[in-house]
């Protein structure tokens, strides 16, 4: 059964701690992406990885970090430093296209945040 | 940055109707895509529209690009219950390939 996970679905923090966000794939997927998503709104780009030991900076990733050791695995790390944590965090990842062209984006369920 | 704005950002409609919803975008782009979102779940990948085509149909959707204009339109026609969900559009541009931006999302309700 192919797909994307992302656990645990819902976490709770103190404010001041790191947390941890586990993305896994057994799709096979080259690239693989994480986004925040606030209510009402749509996704914003935190980091981005197109192959193993590799991944870029996207357009909101002060706060947060990433390592993608595994093919399979891109786990996101939101830090203290994050000003305003709480939101949905969305991963996705992306069979590969001619030259890195991005193509449909195949995405997990989800994992909400709070920080209180 | 977002890329892609989507027209309206709540619309209300009554089973049976279509509903459309528009995205206008920026710059030039390679694709441009359609997903859905139910409520708190992730998105799914609904349809893909290059650069050089005009229209494409899957099912009862379908979509449109005038890269003149540099806007989209998404159709659902025979809408039904399960069709409630919010849309949003995503333009893979060409200044970097590697990523897609996504629109703010237009909020489908449909109404029995």
Redesign the interface.
């Known amino acids: 059964d192919g797909g994307i996970t992302q656990s645990p679905k819902y976490l709770f923090r103190k404010e001041g701690q790191n947390v941890t966000l586990s993305c896994e794939q057994n799709l096979n997927h080259d690239a693989m992406y994480w986004y925040r998503q606030d209510p009402g709104q749509g996704l914003r780009l935190i980091y981005y990885s197109q192959i193993v030991n590799d991944f870029q900076k996207g357009d909101i990733a002060e706060g947060y970090s990433v390592s993608r050791e595994k093919k399979e695995s891109f786990p996101l790390t939101v830090t203290s430093a994050q000003k305003n944590p709480t939101a949905f965090y969305l991963c996705a990842s992306s069979p590969p296209g001619l030259a890195g062209l991005i193509y449909e984006q195949y995405f997990g369920p989800g994992t909400r945040l709070t920080v209180t | 940055?977002?890329q892609?704005e989507e027209d309206p950002q709540a619309l209300s409609i009554q089973e049976g109707e279509n509903a459309t919803m528009n995205c206008s975008y920026k710059t030039s782009i390679?694709?441009l895509?359609w997903y859905r979102q139910n409520s708190?779940?992730?998105?799914?990948?609904l349809i893909?529209i290059r650069s050089n085509e005009r229209e494409k149909h899957s099912g009862r959707l379908r979509v449109t690009l005038d890269t003149s204009k540099k806007s989209s339109s998404l159709l659902i026609t025979a809408s039904r219950a399960a069709d409630t969900a919010s849309y949003?559009c995503?333009t893979?541009p060409y200044s970097s390939?590697?990523?897609?931006?996504?629109?703010?999302?237009t909020?489908l309700s449909i109404r029995p």
């Open positions: 940055s977002q892609g390679n694709n895509q708190g779940r992730g998105l799914v990948h893909l949003f995503a893979a390939a590697s990523k897609i931006i996504f629109g703010s999302g909020r």
